[in-house]
C-alpha cells in the first residue's frame, strides 16, 4: 500500500457521540471530518519513498516471481491468494523526537499482537517482536454470489500523543487492507480502514466504474465517481480511487 498508514483510535470519540446521542446527521458530518485527509496520487507508485517524505520503512512479503494468469488465480488456494495480494506497507519515517510531543521511533513499526494480565488482572493487549502481517481469508455472499475477502492487518505498538489533547492516542494501533475478488479471483475493489471502523477509503477496478457510469449515469453532484452514491440519514460509501 504506498500511502502513509493514518491511523486512529476512536473509542472515546464514539462514547461522547453515544452519550449524547448524535443524529446520522451529525455522524456524517464527523464521519467527513474524518476522512477528508490529503491522498497520495498515483505518482507516489514510481517513488513510495520519495513521496512520504524521503525516507521510510517498508515492509514487504515475498513476491511472486511472475503475475498469475486468470485461469491460474480461479484455481489458487485460499494460501496463494493471501501470499499474492499480500500488500507491501510504507511507512513514513521521522525524527520523532524532534516533535512537540516527542515519541519512541518504534511506535512507526509494525510488530506482533499479544495478549498479558496487568497489575489489575485484567487481560491487555500489547505490541512487539518482529514485523507480522495478520490475514484473514473469508467467502461471504455479496449480492448472492460468494466472493472471497482477503483482510491483512498490520499492528502498531501505540498511537503516540500528537497534541495537548489528543483523543487518538491509544496503547496499539493498525491499518487493514481488504481486498474482494469476483468469481476468478481477480480483484473488483481494495479497502483501507483503522481496526476502530474509521478513515475508512474503496480503491475501485477501473471497470467497476464504468459498468456503474453505463448502469447509473454521470457521478451525482459532490461525488467523483458514479459508484459513489449519497445515503439519505447515513454515512456514504466514500470511494477513494
Not at 500523543?161 to 475493489?189: N, Q, W, Y
Not at 467497476?208 to 458514479?226: C, D, H, L, M
Request: charged fraction near 20%; glycine fraction near 6%.
Amino acid at each position: 500500500m504506498y500511502m502513509r498508514c493514518f491511523r486512529m483510535v476512536c473509542s472515546s470519540v464514539l462514547i461522547v457521540l453515544l452519550g449524547i446521542g448524535l443524529t446520522a446527521v451529525g455522524c456524517k458530518a464527523i464521519s467527513n471530518r474524518l476522512t477528508h485527509w490529503k491522498m497520495l496520487d498515483e505518482s507516489a507508485l514510481a517513488d513510495p519513498i520519495q513521496a512520504v517524505g524521503g525516507d521510510a520503512f517498508v515492509f514487504s512479503p515475498r513476491l511472486a516471481d511472475t503475475p498469475l494468469t486468470r485461469k491460474q488465480l480461479a484455481a489458487a488456494s485460499p494460501q496463494m491468494l493471501a501470499a499474492y495480494y499480500a500488500p507491501i506497507f510504507v511507512q513514513q519515517r521521522i525524527n520523532s523526537q524532534a516533535l512537540k510531543y516527542p515519541y519512541p521511533a518504534e511506535y512507526d513499526t509494525i510488530g506482533q499482537a499479544h495478549l498479558r494480565y496487568d497489575d489489575k488482572g485484567k487481560l491487555k493487549a500489547y505490541v512487539a517482536g518482529a514485523p507480522k502481517v495478520y490475514v484473514i481469508f473469508k467467502q461471504p455472499i455479496l449480492e448472492g454470489h460468494p466472493h472471497v475477502q482477503i483482510t491483512y492487518t498490520a499492528w502498531y505498538p501505540a498511537h503516540p500523543r500528537m497534541k495537548g489533547f489528543d483523543t487518538e492516542a491509544a496503547d496499539i494501533d493498525s491499518c487493514v487492507v481488504r481486498v474482494t475478488l469476483d468469481a476468478d479471483h481477480v480483484p473488483l475493489f481494495y479497502e483501507t480502514i483503522m481496526a476502530c471502523g474509521c478513515f475508512h477509503k474503496v480503491f475501485v477496478e477501473r471497470h467497476i466504474e464504468e459498468a456503474a457510469r453505463q448502469t447509473f449515469g454521470a457521478p451525482e453532484t459532490g461525488k467523483k465517481y458514479s459508484v459513489e452514491k449519497t445515503l439519505k440519514d447515513d454515512i456514504d460509501w466514500e470511494v477513494a480511487g
